[in-house]
């Protein structure tokens, strides 16, 4: 899994389909001539205090090292609502599948796995 830090990525993001969930949103650009994932996340100083940002990227990444070899090739842009400074590790999950479902961005195999 590599981060989208290139201005062609974001520029690839703004053409990408956004999702809404109740503590995440997502915007997804699939491509199929990158050879995994590629993610990035948003979240404001109006999310919490840095420790508080820093543990919610902790979990989204963790979230999505746990399923990249499922995810569909693509840039991935996840951000975070101000609900979302305090939540776990399950919850955060549950909602990030719930938007990779949405998105079609999950192999059949990862569709098998919740």
Excluded: K
Aim: proline content about 2%.
């Amino acid at each position: 899994m590599d981060s989208c830090r290139s201005r062609a990525d974001f520029a690839a993001l703004r053409r990408g389909r956004r999702f809404d969930s109740e503590l995440l949103w997502m915007t997804f650009a699939a491509d199929r001539g990158l050879s995994g994932p590629r993610v990035a996340f948003a979240l404001s100083r109006h999310r919490g205090t840095a420790v508080q940002r820093n543990r919610v990227r902790r979990r989204l990444r963790a979230v999505f090292c746990e399923l990249a070899i499922d995810l569909a090739p693509g840039r991935y842009l996840v951000g975070v609502r101000a609900a979302a400074s305090a939540v776990t590790y399950q919850r955060a999950r549950a909602e990030l599948m719930r938007l990779l479902l949405a998105a079609e961005a999950l192999s059949d195999r990862g569709n098998q796995r919740l």
